[in-house]
C-alpha cells in the first residue's frame, strides 16, 4: 500500500519515494494538445504546487518518472526536452514593491547562473527575462511555470499603494513573457492562483491566455473524482470502516459528506478536497483539517468591509460576468469566496445565464462562519465556543444580560482598526454568531411597515432585534414598538421578546448598550350597555 502524500507537493519525491499519485495526465495531455498558454484558479491547498511541479517533470522530458501514469503508458506522448523555468511568488518577500523585485529579480539570477548565462547588465525583472529566455530557447522553445502569481498582491490588499506597486512590476513581467511567446521564443506558460486579477490590469493583451477556472475539461484537473477516491483509497477507506465499525459504503458516504462538493463548471462535476480527504484517511478521523489551517489574511481585509454580503450564503446567484475577473480596486466578496473555496458551484440556470452558489460541504458548513469570527475578533477557538454555549444557555434560559455581556466580550476583542462604522457590520456578525450555534435566525423580514433586522426563534421564545449604530437601544426598542413587529409573530402563540440594541464606537472604545422588554398582549376594555327596563 503506497504512502499518503501528507505534505508533499513535488512530483519527483511522490513518485521516487513510493507516494500515492492519483493519475491527472490524461487531462494534461489533453489540455496541451490543444493549447500552449493557461491560467487556472483554485482554492488554497488543492494541488496547485503539485500540478507545476508534474509539468516542470513533463517537459523536462523525464519520461522515467511517469512509467506507471496513463501520459507514460497509453499516451503517444515524444518527451521532448523543454528548457523549464518555474517561479513560485509565494517563496519571495512582497512586504512591499521593491522587497518582491528584488527577489523576483534574485531567482532569476540563480536560474541564470545555473544554465551560465549573464544577466549582471539587466537591472529590472523584465530585462532579466528577456535575457533568459532567449538564451535558453537557442536550445529549444522553454516552457515558463509561474505558482501563486497574485500572492505578491493579495498580501497586501490592506495596503492598496504597495498592491497598486506591485501590480506594475507584475505587468511588465507578463507583457515581457507576450513579448517572447510573440518571438517564439516560449512553448507553454502556464499560470496559478488563488484569485482571478483582470487581465487588462495584469496579463495585458495576452488574449490568447486560455482561462480553465471554470472550463468543464479542467473541472477535475485538482481535487479528487468519486472514482479516483474509490480506485485509489479503497484500503484506506476499507481500515477507516472497520475502525468505525460501519460498512465501506456507509464510510464513502460520510467521507462524501465531509470533503465532497467542489464544482467548478457548467457541468455537474464534483471533486473532493484532497488535502481534508488525505488527512482524514490517515488519521481516521473525520475533522475540518482544511479551514483549520487559517483563514487567509486577505479575505479578513475584504471580509471587514463587505460583511452585509455574506449573511445568507446559500441563496446566491451571480452571472458568469460577476464571477469573473476584478481590479484592485473593485474586489467583491463573493467572487473571493467563491475562487477561496468557501463557496461553490450548486447550480446553473441556462435561461438566466446565472449560478446559484453555497457552501460545498459539512466540513466548510460547520467551521467558515466559526473561523471567520475567530480571525475578526483576533481570537481563539475554544474562546469562541464558549462563547457560543454562553449564547445558547442565555436564549434557552432567556437570560438577555448573559446573551449581551457575552456579546459585548466578543466584540470588544476585535481591534478598533476593524470596527466598521456600519450597523450592517453588527449585524452581520451576530448573524453568524446565531448560525453557528444551530438556532433558526432570519435577517431583515419585511413586514408592513418596515424591516425587522434580526429575529431568533427558539422552542420556547422569539427574539426580535432592532440594532442601532451610535445610536440609543430606546430608539431601537421603540421602533419595534411602533412598527408593531411583533404582529408577524403572535400566531405561533410563545413569548416574544422585544430587544433593543446600539453599537456605539467612539474613541477607540467598543460599547454594547441594551434595553429589553417581553410584549404585553393589550387587554381589551369591555364596553357596558344599559339594559333596557
Known sequence: MKKLPIGISNFRTMIEEDYLYVDKTQTIYDLFSQQRLFFLSRPRRFGKSLLIST????????????????????SDYAWPKHPVMYLDFSAFSVKTAAAFEISLNRKLEVIAEENAIDV???????????????????????????????????????????????????????ATIKSLYGAGNIHALFITGVTKFSQTSLFSGMNNLYDLTMAPEAATLLGYTKDELEECFEEYIQKFAQQEKLTVNVMRKEIKNY?????????EIKVYNPYSVLLCLYKKEFSNYWLRTGTPSFLITLAKGQFDKIKNLETIELSSEALGTFGLDSIHI?????????????????????????????????SFYKYLVVALAQSSVPDVERALDDFHQALAKNDIELFCTTLTSLFASIP????????????????????????????E?????????????????????????????????????????YEKYLRYKKPIILIGLAFNVKKKMFTLDWVAEKYKKPTKKRVGMAKKK
Open 334 to 366: 463573493i467572487p473571493i469566496l467563491f475562487q477561496a473555496g468557501y463557496l461553490t458551484i450548486h447550480g446553473f440556470d441556462k435561461k438566466t445565464n446565472k449560478y446559484l452558489l453555497g457552501l460545498p460541504n459539512i466540513e466548510v458548513k460547520d
Open 55 to 74: 509539468l516542470n517533470e513533463l517537459f523536462s522530458g523525464n519520461k522515467e518518472l511517469f512509467k506507471d501514469t496513463w501520459i507514460g503508458k497509453e
Open 259 to 267: 470533503y465532497n462538493g467542489y464544482r467548478f463548471s457548467k457541468e
Open 120 to 174: 549582471s547588465k539587466d537591472s529590472l525583472p523584465d530585462l532579466k527575462l528577456d535575457t533568459l529566455v532567449r538564451e535558453l530557447s537557442k536550445k529549444n522553445k522553454v516552457v515558463l511555470l509561474v505558482d501563486e502569481y497574485d500572492y505578491p498582491l493579495l498580501q497586501n490588499l490592506d495596503s492598496i499603494e504597495i498592491a497598486r506597486a506591485t501590480q506594475k512590476i507584475l505587468s511588465s513581467f507578463f
Open 445 to 485: 423580514i419585511s413586514s408592513s411597515k418596515g424591516r425587522i433586522d434580526l429575529v431568533i426563534k427558539t422552542k420556547k421564545r422569539i427574539f426580535l432585534f432592532e440594532f442601532k449604530f451610535n445610536g440609543t437601544p430606546a430608539k431601537a426598542l421603540a421602533q419595534i414598538v411602533a412598527n408593531r413587529y
Open 416 to 443: 478598533y482598526q476593524l470596527h466598521v462604522a456600519k450597523e450592517a457590520y453588527y449585524h452581520s456578525l451576530l448573524h453568524f454568531l446565531t448560525t453557528l450555534i444551530g438556532i433558526e435566525s432570519e435577517s
